[in-house]
């Protein structure tokens, strides 16, 4: 069962939440979806997996870095800003790292195609680039490169992860 974790989220009711949904506490159940955003991760994600740890519950913690860093570009397009996503993560990993926890998975909107939905990355598409091929219906995805640089630095965190439990 996947919880969307935003910032509006109330701490103290994530215990009774937890129990009232997997009341045996069965491993590889409890799914929280972490939509933070960069303004947010730094002060609740500690505090969320303090207060998992003290009860001894049992989650997968999954980090969507996009939905929290949702933005409107100067020219009105709805996109968000690949160095904002990138951070998001290099936290969610930092974080895990710093409270032993095990960060379980990302989400992201993304696409195999060309498009210019959210600005940055490897082609630095800015806000007057959006317009050239903006084929978004609903949320903005990663195109094919910025795609392939987020697997590239998930694999950088992971790897690092793994050498430092050695």
């Known amino acids: 069962v996947g919880i969307k974790i935003g910032p509006s989220i109330n701490i ?5 939440l937890c129990h009232m ?14 939509r933070l955003g960069i303004k ?3 002060k609740i994600l500690p505090k969320l997996i303090k207060e998992i740890k003290k009860n001894k519950l049992n989650i997968i913690w999954i980090c969507d870095p996009m939905h929290g860093n949702t933005i409107q570009s100067q020219r009105g397009y709805k996109t968000r800003n690949f160095d904002t ?3 998001e993560i290099e936290m969610f990993f930092a974080i895990h790292n710093k409270y032993n926890t095990t960060p379980g998975g990302l989400h992201f909107e993304l696409t195999g195609d060309s498009v210019t939905e959210c ?3 490897i082609k630095n598409i800015k806000d007057d680039d959006l317009e050239e091929y903006y084929q978004t219906a609903c949320d903005p995805r990663l195109n094919n ?3 392939l640089e987020m697997a590239f630095l998930t694999a950088e965190l992971l790897q690092k992860r ?3 439990s050695e």
């Open 119 to 121: 600005i940055g990355g």
């Open 21 to 34: 949904i997997n009341p045996n506490n069965e491993t590889g159940k409890l799914i929280f979806i972490v």
């Open 40 to 42: 947010h991760i730094q």
């Open 145 to 147: 490169e910025q795609s």
């Open 162 to 164: 793994r050498n430092n």
């Open 12 to 16: 103290k009711d994530i215990v009774k």
């Open 85 to 87: 996503i990138k951070k």
